[in-house]
């Protein structure tokens, strides 16, 4: 069956850095691979000196092809490189590659589908436009804020606090349905859906509010 698409999480190889908001991209598409081996069939295709980890993921309805997850396993400021690859090798166009990173100008809880646009400082954005040569891929944005006082590089390779643990729990099982929907049915479901998440407990202090 031909290929759709890829959906590739950012993040950082290595123990020291698994679970810090910077892997948010990896902790994502463990989820998704878990959802998508429920719904089809997960072959992993990368072999152990590759710098990705990849795989091609088919379901059982609702999609037209296959699709290739990917994590790159260089560092994040050379993500790119395993992209270009991959959807050169594979010729998988910008239009339907879908990279899921986190994003400090998002409070923890929220996220927002869109394409194009700039990196915003966001160094694995920054090496994946350089590299294919254009801006114009979709991204999930996953967002972890940013609490002052810190500054952006020990927060983002920090870990995630027990009560944000908890948020994660409800917004990472929300993100693989806003990727599946963006699999099954396109962009603008997709993006619909994931910009107009909230997680309960935001939900709950809104409501409080006097």
């Not at 409070?107 to 394409?115: A, C, D, E, V």
Request: proline share 5%.
């Amino acid at each position: 069956m031909e290929l759709s698409g890829l959906i590739a999480g950012l993040g950082n190889p290595g123990r020291e850095y698994a679970s810090t908001r910077h892997n948010y991209g990896f902790m994502l598409v463990d989820a998704l691979l878990e959802e998508c081996a429920r719904l089809g069939q997960v072959n992993m295709l990368s072999g152990q000196r590759d710098p990705f980890r990849l795989w091609r993921c088919a379901l059982r309805s609702g999609s037209s092809g296959d699709w290739l997850i990917a994590t790159p396993l260089s560092f994040m400021n050379r993500s790119g490189e395993a992209l270009q690859r991959i959807s050169a090798y594979y010729h998988v166009a910008p239009e339907h590659i879908l990279v899921a990173h986190d994003e400090l100008d998002l409070p923890l809880g929220r996220m927002r589908m869109k394409i194009g646009g700039g990196h915003a400082g966001h160094n694995g954005i920054r090496s994946i436009q350089q590299l294919l040569g254009t801006p114009d891929f979709c991204r999930l944005r996953l967002g972890i804020g940013k609490p002052a006082g810190h500054d952006s590089l020990s927060y983002v390779l920090g870990r995630f606090s027990a009560e944000q643990q908890s948020v994660l729990a409800e917004t990472i099982p929300a993100a693989v349905e806003g990727v599946l929907l963006f699999i099954k049915e396109g962009l603008h479901p997709a993006r619909q859906f994931c910009n107009g998440f909230i997680p309960k407990s935001e939900q709950a202090t809104s409501s409080a509010m006097p």
